[in-house]
């Protein structure tokens, strides 16, 4: 989930990243479609939904600018 940002801003965050998941063998999708942006769920209501979506873990991330760093590693 990508909280903090516009709904638009999300969506492509989310959508970027189920994007890159598969090339290290990885199924994802969109918080946002197990999750209606629109409505304040309960923890238990969260947990029911991210189950029914057949999840067995959750990526939870935050947008917190855009940009592109490069970090060098010896």
């Given at each position: 989930?990508?909280?903090?940002s516009?709904?638009?801003?999300?969506?492509?965050?989310?959508?970027?990243?189920?994007?890159?998941?598969?090339?290290?063998?990885?199924?994802?999708?969109?918080?946002?479609?197990?999750?209606?942006?629109?409505?304040?769920?309960?923890?238990?209501?969260?947990s029911?939904?991210?189950?029914?979506?057949?999840?067995?873990?959750?990526?939870?991330?935050?947008?917190?600018?855009?940009?592109?760093?490069?970090?060098?590693?010896?």
């Open positions: 989930m990508c909280g903090g516009s709904l638009a801003e999300r969506q492509e965050a989310e959508t970027l990243a189920v994007g890159e998941l598969p090339k290290v063998g990885v199924r994802g999708i969109r918080a946002i479609d197990v999750l209606p942006p629109t409505r304040t769920l309960s923890d238990a209501e969260v029911v939904a991210i189950a029914n979506a057949g999840a067995d873990s959750v990526l939870v991330m935050k947008l917190a600018g855009r940009g592109t760093a490069t970090t060098y590693v010896p």
